[in-house]
T-cell receptor
Framework: GQQLNQSPQSMFIQEGEDVSMNCTSS?????WLWYKQDPGEGPVLLIA?????ELTSNGRLTAQFGITRKDSFLNISASIPSDVGIYFC???????????????FGTGTRLKVLA | NAGVTQTPKFRVLKTGQSMTLLCAQD?????MYWYRQDPGMGLRLIHY???????AKGEVPDGYNVSRLKKQNFLLGLESAAPSQTSVYFC?????????????FGPGTRLTVL
């Protein structure tokens, strides 16, 4: 089945550093979403992007919808210990009119922040 | 509101045993999903439902069955468990969104098959 490739797979950073991660696909999506999973819990939506080239911020998080619609990027500025977790991208390409449904998660980037 | 709840939280099965995982949501969402999460594999969709009485296969449906008899509940069944089904299972729900669907996840069920 199709998967979205995320990189890096994992990263250790010092508190206060900026973090960058990306997600790539072989097919295009209408919407890109970024979720965060805290240890022992289910993922929670952070940011949704629905326009190619769009740059959206949510606090210290900034995400971009790639111009080709096949990739997306997430940046975290000035990381803090509570940023630890797994970050998942997701691509959505469903159409209710056509009855097709496509909502695919990436492989995840595991972030560890060293105080 | 409790959101999305899953029972049980943990379960250990022997190969060949059967079990049912229950997911319930109180947000009146149309869509419900079952995923499995394995290290390095992300979240893979097992089955999903776009409404009461409907189900559809996802990416990895083999060995699982589902039912959506009530809008608020989505059941995942394993008829004959195999060690390859050892995983963390997440249920999620969403409303249809014109622009995007935000999925709301449960806390997960950790299943070990010996």
């Amino acid at each position: 089945g199709q998967q979205l490739n995320q990189s890096p797979q994992s990263m250790f950073i010092q508190e206060g550093e900026d973090v960058s991660m990306n997600c790539t696909s072989s097919s295009i999506f209408n919407t890109w979403l970024w979720y965060k999973q805290d240890p022992g819990e289910g993922p929670v939506l952070l940011i949704a992007l629905y326009k190619a080239g769009e740059l959206t911020s949510n606090g210290r998080l900034t995400a971009q919808f790639g111009i080709t619609r096949k990739d997306s990027f997430l940046n975290i500025s000035a990381s803090i210990p509570s940023d630890v977790g797994i970050y998942f991208c997701a691509g959505q390409g469903n159409s209710r009119a056509s009855g097709t449904y496509k909502y695919i998660f990436g492989t995840g980037t595991r972030l560890k922040v060293l105080a | 509101n409790a959101g999305v709840t899953q029972t049980p939280k943990f379960r250990v099965l022997k190969t060949g045993q059967s079990m049912t995982l229950l997911c319930a949501q109180d947000m009146n969402h149309e869509y419900m999903y079952w995923y499995r999460q394995d290290p390095g594999m992300g979240l893979r969709l097992i089955h999903y439902s776009v409404g009461e009485g409907t189900t559809a296969k996802g990416e990895v449906p083999d060995g699982y069955n589902v039912s959506r008899l009530k809008k608020q509940n989505f059941l995942l069944g394993l008829e004959s468990a195999a060690p390859s089904q050892t995983s963390v299972y997440f249920c999620a729900s969403s409303q249809w969104g014109i622009i995007y669907n935000e999925q709301f996840f449960g806390p997960g069920t950790r299943l070990t098959v010996l």
